[in-house]
């Protein structure tokens, strides 16, 4: 019987042995399992953190793209403003010369005008004093005239008037 105990000890040893090896391999076999599929679910995890950290990020572009873009429309705004004022300002500063200018030229007609008036009275008043003069030396040369015609009719008279008292 010993040798038949320690048969069946054996053999339940060795059954125990393998049962206790497949529940071994079991084990492992759904430990690995289990660990596939937190390996598994750790990466969907991180999967998903990555994913919502870049959708995060994703929104920061686009409403830092929407900030560029209204900060480019502010910037193209006063760009505008800047040049309207410059604008402004030069058109202001044309028209101010223009102004001046036509001014300018009608002083220059005006004082054109006043020069031609002044020169037509003095080239009046010239021809008037020439023509006094004229009438006075006229005048003059008619009383030397007269003066000559009488003492040249006067001294025959007083001529022949001599002889006829002397004869």
């Known amino acids: 019987m010993t040798a038949s105990r320690s048969r069946t000890r054996a053999m339940s040893k060795w059954l125990s042995q393998a049962s206790h090896d ?33 959708y995060n990020t994703a929104r920061r572009i686009g409403d830092i793209q929407h900030s560029f ?13 800047r040049r309207a004022v410059g604008y402004r300002q030069r058109l202001m500063i044309e028209k101010a010369i223009l102004a001046f200018d036509e001014w300018n030229l009608r002083a220059r007609a005006q004082a054109f005008q006043w020069r031609r008036e002044y020169l037509q009275v003095t080239r009046v008043f010239d021809r008037w004093f020439q023509c006094t003069e004229q009438d006075v030396d006229m005048g003059r040369r008619a009383e030397e005239f007269y003066e000559e015609q009488a003492k040249s009719n006067v001294g025959p008279r007083q001529a022949a008037g001599q002889e006829v008292s002397d004869g």
């Open 69 to 81: 873009t209204y900060l480019r429309e502010w910037w193209d705004q006063a760009e505008i403003s």
């Open 22 to 54: 497949k529940a071994l391999s079991q084990a492992i076999q759904t430990q690995t399992t289990l660990r596939l599929q937190v390996d598994a679910i750790h990466k969907w995890q991180g999967m998903s953190e990555n994913e919502s950290q870049l």
